[in-house]
């Protein structure tokens, strides 16, 4: 027998836009980036043991709810195919997948392997799309025994947790999470096209072949389940998305605007000189000054600044990055111009979180 799979034959085309409180009664089946989903041979499976009816009739696909799904899950009514990023602080979205041949990638990676004993090289791939665009990929090679033995895997997409502070400490965000974020800026010229602010966010999980030839989107893979839930009210989710420390824009230690005109236009000049391809528009000076001594006399010889650099990139993307300038002591406690000094790693953000 076959049966349909990603969301099931019985929800794949019965779950509606609004499920979760949306108004939209628009099938998800209907929208023009929604995958057709494939077709299992249920005679033809590694095993024929099942936790649930759930994982029985999605082999292959996703679930999706607003709470961690457990395997003893057995209520279709809670699933939902829709998810309002506007209620990202108080609704949260997690994901159940269930691989196709019903085993652990191990046994995938067995059959299709260059070298199936070298267990080391059987990695995971987690691709995550909008709508029809591939957004993000997240390889895992250093995947443990009993990973590889799961044949069910479950994953928060959204969680209320990393909106909340706590005393000296930021609240973390999932590789998982990271990844779906990063997909929604690094496309958000797409994403804020949208005149419905709504988007398909398209999951893949797929055993790789580590030791085939490429980098790591080149390896030999095997896909073991797809799913989509859309996501809607994104506009407003990126705006609360500039909350989450990983992606919202540094505040000041000490502003001071003649210094950010000046470390701005020494970054523009500096990036235009070198080709790179960022427009940078905002500077923010987000240290103290660090006095550099001679190491012999003690003497004062310069002291140096770092700022958070806003940039656009052509793509629409936008990010931000720290740079180290340095200003030449010239006595009397005064300092030359700024010079540029080294710069650490761009941080993806939206756009429309930063305040000019």
Known sequence: MRILTYLSGTLAATFLIGCSGGPSKKDIAQSPFYWTPQEIDTTDLLSHEFFSDIHKNNLGGYVFANETIERKWDDESNFVATYDMSKMEELALFCRLFIANNSGPLEMYKQFAVNPRRIKNAHLRYDYYLDSIHGS????????????????????????????????????????????????????????????????????????????????????????????????????????????????????????????????????????????????????????????????????????????????????????????????????????????????DQHLIWGGAVDF
Do not use: C
């Open 137 to 344: 990929m997240y390889y895992d090679h250093k995947t443990t025994e009993e990973e590889l033995g799961w044949e069910s895997v479950r994953y928060p997409i959204f969680e209320q947790k990393i909106f909340e502070e706590k005393e000296n400490e930021d609240p973390r965000i999932s590789v998982q999470q990271m990844h779906i974020v990063e997909a929604l800026l690094k496309h958000q010229k797409y994403v804020e096209s949208k005149k419905d602010n709504s988007i398909l966010l398209g999951l893949k999980y797929s055993v790789a072949d580590g030791g085939t030839k490429g980098r790591w989107e080149q390896k030999k893979k095997v896909e073991l389940a797809a799913g989509q839930v859309l996501l809607t009210n994104v506009d407003e989710g990126l705006e609360l998305i500039s909350k989450i420390p990983e992606f919202s824009v540094p505040e000041p230690f000490e502003p001071n605007k003649k210094l950010e005109e000046e470390a701005l236009q020494l970054l523009q000049n500096y990036g235009r000189n070198h080709g790179w391809k960022e427009k940078f528009k905002k500077a923010i000076k987000t240290s103290d000054y660090n006095i550099k001594r001679n190491r012999f006399s003690g003497i004062i010889e310069g002291r140096t600044i770092i700022f958070a650099v806003v940039a656009e990139w052509p793509d629409g993307s936008w990010t931000y990055q720290y740079f180290n300038t340095y200003q030449v002591h010239q006595g009397n406690n005064e300092f030359g111009g700024l010079s540029y000094n080294g710069s650490a």
